[in-house]
């Protein structure tokens, strides 16, 4: 069974920039709509980002459009986050999630994804 893996987090000013990775571990002939989710300390896990198999569609929470963009490398088997901008209040553990693609589409519902990485915390300090 495909793994998947995020990497990138850490801890940068309001303003700054980071970029987190979520790759597979693995080879899968499985095609699979990605997303981004975020669970920030007591509160509920929340969408972030998502994105069709080919990498044409993408949808955006409304607190992070303009800032923040997706982007995927499926020859790589991975998945991209830029974060721009970045406010204190999107301080949070990111979660990058994989639903089967056939049928499928973008989601904001993370219990539609089947499968999550381990999470990458990033904190934005002011």
């Known amino acids: 069974q495909v793994q998947w893996v995020e990497s990138g987090g850490g801890l940068v000013q309001t303003g700054g920039s980071l970029r987190l990775s979520c790759a597979a571990s693995?080879?899968?002939?499985?095609?699979?709509?990605m997303g981004w989710f975020r669970q920030a300390p007591g509160q509920e896990r929340e969408f972030v980002a998502g994105?069709?198999?080919?990498?044409?569609?993408?949808e955006y929470a409304d607190s992070v459009k303009g800032r923040f963009t997706i982007s995927r490398d499926n020859a790589k088997n991975t998945v991209n986050l830029q974060m721009n901008s970045l406010k204190p209040e999107d301080t949070a553990v990111y979660y990058c999630?994989?639903?089967?693609?056939?049928?499928?589409?973008?989601?904001?519902?993370?219990?539609?994804?089947?499968?999550w990485g381990q999470g990458t915390q990033v904190t934005v300090s002011s």
């Open positions: 999630a994989a639903r089967p693609a056939g049928a499928s589409s973008i989601t904001s519902s993370y219990t539609s994804y089947d499968y």
């Open positions: 994105i069709s198999w080919g990498g044409t569609i993408t």
């Open positions: 693995g080879r899968t002939r499985t095609r699979y709509v």
